[in-house]
C-alpha cells in the first residue's frame, strides 16, 4: 500500500501533513493533497501550535516528545517530521493516526 503522508526513514518515520491551526480540539481529520490533515487546539503564535503538535503525536505514537522534530515547515501549514524511532511499524502509524481514537 503506497502511502503519500507516511513513509520510512533510515531512522524511523516521516510523516507530511496539513496543519489547521485554532481549532475547538486537536485531531486528525484525514488526509488532504498527499498530506495529513491535523486539527490543532493552538494558536499558531510563538511556536505554540508546534508544541501541540508534537505532544500530540508524541502522545499518539508513544514516543517521546524529544524524538520527534520538525525539519520543514516551522512557521507554514504544511510540515515534514521526523519521528526517531526505528521500532514504529509503517502499518501501524497509518492504522494509529486515522483511527478515529488517534
Not at 489547521?20 to 499558531?44: C, M, S, W
Not at 511499524?89 to 483511527?99: C, F, G, K, P, T
Request: proline share 5%; with cysteine; hydrophobic share 45%.
Amino acid at each position: 500500500m503506497i502511502c503519500e503522508w507516511c513513509s520510512i526513514i533510515p531512522r524511523g518515520i516521516r510523516l507530511a501533513t496539513h496543519i489547521l491551526p485554532n481549532a475547538g480540539k486537536t485531531e486528525v481529520v484525514g488526509v488532504f493533497d498527499g498530506a495529513l490533515k491535523i486539527r490543532l487546539h493552538a494558536q499558531p503564535i510563538e511556536g505554540k501550535a508546534n508544541e501541540v503538535l508534537i505532544r500530540y503525536l508524541a502522545g499518539a505514537l508513544r514516543v517521546p516528545k524529544s524524538a520527534i522534530n520538525i525539519t520543514h515547515g516551522h512557521a507554514g501549514k504544511r510540515k515534514i517530521i521526523e519521528i526517531n524511532a526505528r521500532d514504529l511499524d509503517l502499518d501501524e502509524v497509518r492504522r494509529v493516526l486515522l483511527s478515529p481514537d488517534a
